[in-house]
Nanobody
Framework: QVHLVESGGGAVQAGGSLRLSCTAS????????LGWFRQTPGKGRQFLAA????????EYGDSLYGRFFISRDNKKNTVYLQMNSLQPDDTAVYYC?????????????????WGQGTQVTVSS
């Protein structure tokens, strides 16, 4: 059974940084795309970033590039999201996701496995 477990969320003041981690078990995602989404109450999941199996080809959501950075360690079956200059609008539940695809995809429906989510709260 596949599990994705996020960690690293929490409360931070505006301008601060957080690094989220997500470790997969039950399947080797070395050849697949991993991604991050976030969701606020009453809204759908927003695509943030995705990274392919080479650990170097990435795709970012609109208006995020430059503050958020995705990376992965295939040896650890883990994907990371470094978030800098956080603002109150970044408050959300953050989810990691994995897809059986090996090309970068950005739609929620393209992802096959999801973590349980981790809360990030940014105060002003």
């Amino acid at each position: 059974q596949v599990h994705l477990v996020e960690s690293g969320g929490g409360a931070v003041q505006a301008g601060g940084s957080l690094r989220l981690s997500c470790t997969a078990s039950g399947r080797d995602f070395t050849d697949n795309v991993l991604g991050w989404f976030r969701q606020t109450p009453g809204k759908g999941r927003q695509f943030l970033a995705a990274i392919d199996w080479t650990e170097s080809i990435t795709e970012y959501g609109d208006s995020l590039y430059g503050r958020f950075f995705i990376s992965r360690d295939n040896k650890k079956n883990t994907v990371y999201l470094q978030m800098n200059s956080l603002q109150p609008d970044d408050t959300a539940v953050y989810y990691c996701a994995a897809t059986i695809h090996n090309i970068l995809v950005v739609r929620e429906s393209d992802y096959d496995y999801w973590g349980q989510g981790t809360q990030v709260t940014v105060s002003s």
